[in-house]
């Protein structure tokens, strides 16, 4: 991959494989890795690292402990906040569509595939990218929407105060009764 690819996110491998770690390592080079062997150190992981965007968990092993942790993550993060990838070498149809239920975004089979690997990895963080710039553009919109806001308000108090004094200056008898009711 190339070093833009990564965005600087941070990714999350949930897999005791020496070796299929090192090849996501060298497929996301300039991604920042952190490896863990379990659930519960991924969740603590997860818990002092908030900024983590991608989750990569191995069912293969301990295949419902992790397929719980993905469970778990989908219900704690959103799809837009946290993408999970869950990778097996479980050839089972049903182990894919638990996973994909379970709320995983992708499903990577073993042994690992580095062209496909990278392309569906690609994939992932370009979403993770192109969600980043909506939530940019979404901001920004609010920003511009406050601003013109404020500024619609402000128009309507100062033609509501210019159409008072107009009022009150011209009808004497109403004893500033108008500029009194603002």
């Known amino acids: 991959t190339k070093g833009n690819d990564c965005m600087d996110a941070k990714i999350l491998i949930v897999d005791d494989s020496e070796s299929d770690f090192a090849i996501i390592g060298a497929v996301l080079s300039e991604c920042n890795l952190i490896r863990v062997d379990n659930c519960s150190e991924a969740i603590e992981w997860l818990k002092k690292e908030p900024d983590i965007e991608l989750?990569?968990?191995?069912?293969?092993?301990?295949?419902?402990?992790?397929?719980?942790?993905?469970?778990?993550?989908?219900?704690?993060?959103?799809?837009?906040k946290l993408r999970i990838v869950v990778l097996t070498s479980s050839e089972a149809l049903e182990n894919e569509t638990n996973s994909l239920i379970a709320g995983a975004a992708d499903y990577i089979r073993k042994p690992l595939n580095i062209e496909s690997l990278s392309v569906r990895l690609k994939l992932q963080l370009e979403i993770i990218r192109l969600q980043k710039k909506l939530e940019w553009q979404n901001f920004r919109r609010g920003v511009v929407h406050q601003k013109k806001s404020e500024e619609v308000i402000k128009t309507r108090d100062t033609s509501v105060n210019a159409m008072i004094n107009l009022l009150e200056a011209r009808n004497v008898e109403s004893g500033n009764h108008l500029v009194r009711m603002k």
Do not use: R
């Open 55 to 80: 989750v990569m968990i191995d069912v293969s092993k301990t295949g419902k402990d992790n397929l719980f942790l993905v469970e778990k993550l989908a219900s704690i993060y959103d799809s837009d």
